[in-house]
């Protein structure tokens, strides 16, 4: 997608000291910088306090049902691949409170929930996940009734997109064509480069308030090198060997008796892993507390999946019973009816799904069995 | 949001800093006026705003109600359309926040939001024979248009209400379709599944009745509501009848936390049944009334 916003101005040259005074800015805005960082055995998108948080040196192997740390042999701090979950977490967080009710003489009062917390920066948001953010957005934001705590987060958000240098072995974002390209959406992008042993970020602004601070940190243009290995690390990340047939699986609503339904449910935990690692699963659930004088009541707003039983509940029972149904539920709607509703798919090719299975059930084998191009 | 994010969505994103959209999550508190039980386990509340004004909605919308502490349900609103100065809602007690619904008493309040969701298409009907099929508590959610339908009685051809219950003691509204059935320009047939007690009308299911006729398939639009497997057999007893299936409406039941499209849980097939919903044409659901567990 053109950016509209792009001056094609030549791009600045950030090393380590120029990144940490990025987000030392970024933070003198008065925001809440969230990144890449160690915690848990792997790398998370969490709170940190300067560029020394970000995983320096650290990548990750990702395959079907499995996850690890491991150590590069340099010291990229955006070379991980993905963190388990994306940037949901902070734009749509799993516990939101929708409001608070209290008793008085007669009925009640409704109080709307709080303002939301400062302002976001996101540092090293990848393409797939610039995709699912958008994708989001048209799910909270382009409809008669939007979602105005998520409207203000993504609003008030400064994004420093990165683009991937390498793909995981789950990654298909190729096919989806969502990346690794970062194209749009960004304010500014960074590509981490090594040239002649020179650790840098090629560094583009995507907005206004981006090109402002970029100009504001004085950094010297990149030079031919730089950009050429840019466009070398893009390109080595669209190497990717996991393909979906994302024209093909438009078509998996066609198929609602297909056997491999079955086939999937033997294997399928209907544990909900896919649904809360996916970056663009939605659905939500809610939640009523009071306290012990039952004077004050809150309602809360939670992350839910469609893989539990309770989900589909109206009087008389769920109406899906069975882990078919629910696995067909969530790739049909991910890949199928997700276009009839928002006009694309819901799937950005990022192969979350895929690695935190644990059983290491692969979408893109699932969608190409049922669609009837089984690859052996 | 940056610019390159808000192009990437061409989409207009009404920017909320500047102008502030209402949460649809808020619900807005309610005064019951009046309570009046139409069943053993089905009653109906007349609700005002506690902070004064109307509430306007089209036939065959709902709102979700929520009650201080328990929860929230979705419930169709069965009043007057015409009447905006209070809010009709019958419900049946049949879980934990309908059966708290029922214990609150006039005076009481409780939280409202909406009203969300499509209607009946009263308008698109003029010039035509309306059918009303409606199965046990499904006749709430008719009785809007019903309404709407009488207060514009001579648009129609025919206007027939065919209603089925379990037993004698089902019958909503008993009093009302009485009334109803007394009047010259309207048809009411009434079928239980089960007599009971000295019952001397129609026993069977509600498309017998459908069979019988008595109105013009070729000139017809029904408006059909009840359990889903009871809409599916009414369907396809107007078709058979010879009825359009362009012309057959039907309001679906799912699980719903928002109402308004971002929960998720509606969902069926393509449809969010809360805003898409609940209200389709026959003919652009009928395949997924096929599909089990849908």
């Known amino acids: 997608m053109a950016q509209p916003n ?140 939007a979602d105005p705590g998520y409207q203000t987060r993504l609003s008030s958000a400064f994004i420093v ?86 024209e093909a699986a438009r078509n998996l609503v066609a198929h609602p008796d297909h056997p491999r339904w079955d086939k999937v449910a033997e294997r399928c935990l209907s544990c909900g892993n896919c649904t809360m690692v996916c970056p663009t699963c939605f659905c939500t659930t809610v939640e009523d507390v009071t306290d012990l004088k039952g004077d004050n009541a809150e309602r809360w707003r939670k992350w839910d999946s469609c893989f539990t039983m309770d989900f589909s509940y109206i009087h008389g029972g769920a109406v899906r019973t069975e882990t078919r149904s629910r696995y067909r539920q969530w790739i ?10 928002f006009g694309e798919q819901g799937c950005v090719g990022c192969g979350r799904c895929v690695t935190w299975c644990p059983v290491g059930i692969d979408i893109t084998e699932e969608a190409a069995a049922i669609t009837g191009q089984e690859r052996i | ?54 509430f306007a909605f089209q036939p065959g919308q709902f709102n ?100 089925g219950a379990r037993t004698p003691e089902d019958i909503l509204y008993k009093k009302e379709l009485e009334r109803w059935r007394g009047r010259f320009d309207l048809d009411v047939l009434v079928t239980v599944d089960r007599a009971t007690g000295k019952w001397g009308g129609n026993v069977g299911v509600v498309t017998n009745l459908i069979a019988r006729g008595g109105f013009d398939p070729l000139n017809t639009t029904s408006f059909v509501c009840g359990p889903e497997v009871m809409m599916r057999y009414a369907a396809q007893a107007l078709e058979k009848k010879g009825v359009d299936t362009g012309r057959i409406w039907v309001s679906v039941e799912r699980n719903m936390k928002c109402g308004c499209g971002l929960c998720g849980h509606c969902q069926w097939g393509p449809h969010f049944t809360c805003k898409d919903g609940p209200v389709f044409r026959y003919d652009r659901v009928a395949d997924l009334f096929q599909i089990r567990e849908l």
């Open chain 1, 6 to 145: 792009s001056k094609s101005t030549t791009p600045y040259l950030l090393d380590m000291d120029g990144l940490a005074a990025l987000i030392s800015a970024l933070r003198r805005q008065g925001r809440q910088i969230v990144g890449p960082r160690l915690a848990d055995d792997a790398v998370i998108y969490d709170d940190i306090e300067t560029a020394a948080d970000l995983p320096a040196g650290w990548g990750s192997e990702q395959a079907g049902g499995h996850y690890r740390l491991k150590r590069r042999d340099d010291n990229a701090v955006f070379g991980y691949g993905l963190a388990p979950q994306g940037w949901k977490r902070q734009l749509y967080p799993p516990r939101q409170k929708l409001f608070a009710a209290r008793r008085q003489a007669g009925g009640f009062t409704v109080e709307p929930p709080p303002p939301p917390a400062p302002p976001l920066a996101l540092i090293g948001v990848r393409a797939c996940e610039l995709a699912a953010i958008a994708r989001q957005a048209k799910v909270f934001g382009d409809r008669a009734f």
């Open chain 1, 161 to 246: 997109a990165v683009q991937c240098a390498e793909a995981q072995a789950t990654c298909f974002c190729a096919s989806m064509g969502t990346g690794p390209e970062v194209t749009a959406g960004f304010d500014i992008k960074l590509t981490e480069v090594f040239v002649q042993k020179h650790h840098g970020f090629v560094a583009e602004a995507g907005s206004a308030q981006g090109a402002k601070l970029l100009k504001a940190l004085k950094a010297p243009a990149a030079g031919p090198a730089e950009i050429k290995a840019a466009g070398v690390a893009v390109k080595n990340a669209a190497r990717q060997n996991k393909h979906l047939d994302a």
């Open chain 1, 332 to 341: 049909t709607h991910k890949l199928s009816t997700w276009v009839d509703q």
């Open chain 2, 1 to 54: 949001m940056n610019a390159p994010l808000r192009d990437a969505l061409h989409a207009p994103v009404r920017d909320p800093l500047h102008a502030p959209v209402r949460d649809p999550m808020v619900p807005v508190p309610f005064r019951i006026e009046k309570v009046r039980r139409d069943l053993s386990d089905t009653f109906t509340m007349e609700l005002v705003p506690e902070a004064g004004g109307e």
């Open chain 2, 64 to 163: 979700m109600l929520y009650v201080f502490g328990v929860g929230e349900v979705p419930i169709s609103i069965s009043g007057d359309p015409a009447d905006r100065s209070v809010l009709v809602h019958t419900t049946r007690a049949v879980g934990q926040v309908t059966e708290a619904l029922d214990a609150l008493k006039p005076g009481d309040s409780l939280g409202v939001r909406g009203p969300f969701g499509t209607s009946w298409p009263v308008e698109s009907a003029f010039g035509h024979d309306l059918v009303f099929v409606a199965g046990g508590v499904g006749l709430a959610p008719l009785r809007p248009a019903i309404y709407q339908a009488m207060a514009n009685r001579q648009r129609f051809g025919r206007v027939i209400v065919l209603y």
